[in-house]
């Protein structure tokens, strides 16, 4: 089946230092990629859309200079969390779709910054 | 945008009862309902699904059912064992794998 890998798992980091977070699909071509952000006993909440090729689509409230989102190559989507704080500790997880894939998740990165 | 609620937040079942989970949507353009199983730093795994078609459908002890009128959708867990306890989401999306909204999840427990 489809699989999406997803590293680091687990990240510390340093308040101000920014983390990248990637996401390979192995077996299929991700023409999209959707980013999410989990906070602590709470649901998935959709942070940014991304199609090979083109600029990723943010949703309203997060900040595009923040979280960039790079997704050059169909099978690789990155995260970079620029400057991180405190509060952008969280579980972050990708999910992608190709062309007779549904949704596929990656494994999630638990961030936490310092 | 799409607005999904889910409830109840948390359920507490007894081993071989019966467990259902309710969500609404607001988007009637939502098509795709997927369920998912989440555990504790893992990534969600899809449990079952609905398409906007179909009314319902049933996987061994989960089922689902879709009510598009109402804009509401059920999960139903028949004979649940400890293992079924986990959090568990509902989520709504468009056509051709557009972007999915989730609910905010039920903590499902089992107890023995």
């Known amino acids: 089946g489809a699989v999406v890998s997803q590293h680091p798992s687990r990240v510390i980091c340093k308040s101000g230092t920014s983390v990248k977070i990637e996401c390979r699909s192995l077996?299929?071509?991700?023409?999209?990629m959707f980013w999410y952000r989990q906070f602590p006993k709470q649901s998935l909440m959709l942070m940014a859309t991304?199609?090979?090729?083109?600029?990723?689509?943010?949703e309203q409230g997060v900040e595009k200079d923040k979280f960039l989102i790079n997704h050059a190559s169909l099978t690789l989507s990155t995260l970079t969390v620029t400057s991180a704080h405190p509060e952008d500790s969280s579980f972050y997880i990708c999910?992608?779709?190709?062309?007779?894939?549904?949704?596929?998740f990656g494994s999630g990165t638990r961030l936490t910054v310092v | 945008g799409e607005n999904v609620e889910q409830h109840p937040s948390t359920l507490s079942v007894q081993e071989g009862d019966s467990a259902v989970i309710k969500c609404t949507y607001s988007?009637?353009?939502?098509?795709?309902f997927p369920w998912y199983k989440q555990e504790l730093g893992k990534r969600p795994q899809l449990i079952i699904d609905?398409?906007?078609?179909?009314g319902e459908k049933k996987d061994q002890r989960i089922a689902v059912t879709l009510n598009k009128t109402a804009k509401h959708f059920s999960l139903h867990i028949t004979e649940t064992q400890p293992e079924d306890s986990a959090v568990y989401f509902c989520a709504a999306g468009g056509t051709s794998y557009g972007k999915l909204t989730f609910g905010q999840g039920t903590i499902l427990t089992v107890h023995p």
């Open positions: 999910s992608a779709i190709g062309r007779n894939y549904g949704y596929t």
């Open positions: 077996d299929f071509q991700a023409t999209t």
């Open positions: 991304s199609n090979e090729g083109s600029k990723a689509t943010y």
């Open positions: 988007d009637s353009a939502s098509n795709y």
């Open positions: 609905i398409r906007s078609n179909v």
